[in-house]
C-alpha cells in the first residue's frame, strides 16, 4: 500500500486472509489432488495453532521483507536514494518490521478472527529524484508484487525440493513442504492484493502512472478514502470475492511448481 505526501509516498503491506487451518488438507486433499511424489506421502494432518505460526512466521517474514526491500531497491536505480540511505535496500526483516503493524495487530486479529491484517515500516520514495516521477513512480510500485511473485516461486520449488528427498529424511523434508505451501499462499495473497487498482495499494500506483494527467489528478482524490474502501471490501465479503480468480490463478501457478499438480 502507499500514501502520498507532497513529493513522496511510503509503501505498506496490507491486508492477507489466511485460514486457521493450513496444511494439506486445505490446499491438497480436497481438491483431489495427489501428493504422493517420488513415493513420499505425507501425513495430510491438520497443524495446530503453535505448528502454524512455526509453518507461517519465516514466509511471512520474508515476503514483507522482500516486498518492501524490491520498493527500496527499484527507486535507487531510478534515481532515489532515499530509502538506501535509510538502510531499507536490505533482506535484514528488523530494518522492514513494524512492531506494531507487523508483530502486535497481525497476531491479535489472527487468533481473534483467523485472518491477518498489518502493514510494514513505510519505504520513502521522493519522487522528485526520479528521473520520470509518473513512469517510475509506477514502477517502484509494480516491483512489491513483483516479488511476491518471484518469492512464491522460490517457496514452489522449496516444496518440490522437499517432495523429492521425500522418505529419505521426512524430518527435514516435511517442514519444507508446509513451509512451502504457507509461502505460496502468503506471497499469492500479497500479490493478488497489492495489485487491486485502489490507491494506496500498489496496484492503484501502476494505475495513476498509466492514466493521463486529468483522470489521474481525479483518481488520486480517492486515496484518502482507500484504506476504509479496502476495510470495507473485507467485511463485507466482497474482497475476497474479487481477490478469488487471481488467486485461484497464483496458487495453481504455486502448485504445478511445487509438484501437486
Known amino acids: 500500500m502507499a500514501s502520498l505526501s507532497g513529493g513522496h509516498f511510503s509503501f505498506k503491506d496490507g491486508i ?4 486457521r487451518s493450513l496444511g494439506y488438507r486445505t490446499l491438497g486433499d480436497e481438491r483431489g489432488m495427489d501428493a504422493r511424489i517420488c513415493g513420499y506421502n505425507p501425513p495430510m494432518q491438520e ?25 527500496a531497491w527499484v527507486a535507487k536505480q531510478l534515481g532515489d536514494r532515499t530509502a538506501d540511505l535509510l538502510g531499507r ?14 508483530v502486535l495487530v497481525p497476531l491479535v486479529t489472527f487468533l481473534l478472527s483467523g485472518f491477518l491484517f498489518g502493514w510494514a515500516k513505510p519505504v520513502p ?4 529524484n526520479l528521473r520520470n516521477p509518473k513512469r517510475d513512480m509506477a514502477l517502484v510500485a509494480a516491483a512489491g508484487p513483483g516479488a ?5 516461486l522460490f517457496w514452489a520449488l522449496l516444496m518440490r525440493l522437499g517432495f523429492t528427498i521425500g522418505e ?5 523434508a516435511l517442514p519444507m513442504v508446509y513451509m512451502g505451501l ?14 487491486l487498482p485502489i ?43 474479487l481477490l478469488a480468480p487471481g488467486l485461484h490463478l497464483a496458487q495453481e501457478l504455486g502448485l504445478w511448481v511445487g509438484g501437486l499438480q
Not at 535484514?92 to 512492531?99: E, G, K, S, T, V
Not at 529419505?168 to 527435514?172: C, I, M, S
Open 89 to 102: 535496500v536490505t533482506f535484514n526483516p528488523l530494518r522492514h518490521i513494524d512492531p506494531v503493524g507487523t
Open 16 to 19: 492477507s486472509g489466511i485460514p
Open 168 to 172: 529419505a529424511a521426512p524430518w527435514f
Open 199 to 241: 490507491l494506496p495499494l500498489d496496484g492503484g500506483r501502476v494505475l495513476a502512472g498509466l492514466l493521463p494527467a486529468r483522470a489521474e489528478a481525479m483518481f488520486s482524490r480517492l486515496e484518502p478514502w482507500g484504506l476504509l474502501i479496502v476495510l470495507g471490501l473485507l467485511f463485507t465479503g466482497a474482497l475476497q470475492v
Open 125 to 128: 520514495v521522493d519522487g522528485r
Open 182 to 195: 504457507g509461502g505460496i499462499y502468503i506471497n499469492a495473497i500479497l500479490l493478488v492484493l497489492n495489485l
Open 47 to 71: 497443524l495446530n495453532m503453535v505448528q502454524q505460526v512455526a509453518v507461517m512466521l519465516l514466509p511471512a517474514l520474508f515476503a514483507i521483507t522482500v516486498h518492501e526491500a524490491a520498493h
Open 148 to 152: 511476491n511473485l518471484l518469492m512464491l
